[in-house]
C-alpha cells in the first residue's frame, strides 16, 4: 500500500515504524519519555517489559536524558520508540551511523532477535556492508534511483556489492 504522502501518524497506524538517520530523540526527555512518545497510536499505551528485556542500557538509564546517552544507546532508544507502536515493518535508515563497530555488532544482533520474536520485517538503508550482510535475507543496491542489484544474502558477491559503497 502506497504510503508516500500521508500524515506520519497514519504510517505509523498503518503498521509501518520507522528510525530517521540521525536518530531524532528528545534529548531533553528521558529515556522513557523518549520511549513513550511511540505509544501514541500503540494498543496497549505503557512500556512493556520486552522493551527493558531487549535493550537492557534503556532500563538502567530510563530516568537519563535521551541528550546524555551514546550514539549507539541513542539508537537502541530510537529503535525501541519504534517499535512500542507494533509495527509490522521497521524502516532504519543508516543505523550504524557514528556508533563504534562492537555496539553496531550488538545492534544487529537485537535487529535479528527481533526479528525472529515478533514477526517483524526490517528495511534497512545502510552503506556498512558488513552490518547489512549480518542481518539481510535480502540485499538491493541502489544506484541513481534504479535498482541495479537484488538478491538473496546466501548468493552475494560482496566484493561486487562494496564496489557500489566506494567514494
Excluded: C
Excluded at 509495527?87 to 535508515?93: A, F, I, R
Excluded at 556492508?129 to 534511483?145: H, K, N, P, Q, W
Amino acid at each position: 500500500r502506497e504510503l508516500a504522502g500521508t500524515d506520519s501518524f497514519r504510517r505509523v497506524q498503518a503498521g509501518l515504524g520507522f528510525v530517521p538517520q540521525g536518530r531524532q530523540i528528545f534529548a531533553s526527555l528521558s529515556v522513557e519519555d523518549n520511549i513513550r512518545t511511540g505509544l501514541e497510536t500503540a494498543k496497549v499505551k505503557r512500556i512493556e517489559e520486552w522493551v527493558y528485556t531487549t535493550f537492557p542500557i534503556l532500563k538502567e538509564f530510563r530516568h537519563r536524558k535521551g541528550g546524555n546517552l551514546s550514539g549507539g544507546q541513542q539508537q537502541q532508544l530510537a529503535i525501541a520508540r519504534a517499535l512500542v507502536s507494533g509495527p509490522q515493518v521497521l524502516l532504519l535508515d543508516e543505523p550504524t551511523e557514528g556508533i563504534q563497530p562492537s555496539i553496531i555488532k550488538d545492534i544487529a544482533r537485537t535487529l535479528n532477535e527481533l526479528k525472529a520474536m515478533r514477526d517483524l520485517t526490517i528495511i534497512v538503508s545502510e552503506q556498512v556492508l558488513s552490518f547489512t550482510m549480518a542481518i539481510a535475507d535480502r540485499i538491493m543496491v541502489i544506484e541513481s534511483g534504479a535498482i541495479v542489484r537484488d538478491e538473496p544474502r546466501a548468493t552475494v558477491d560482496e566484493a561486487t556489492v562494496a564496489k557500489y559503497l566506494s567514494v
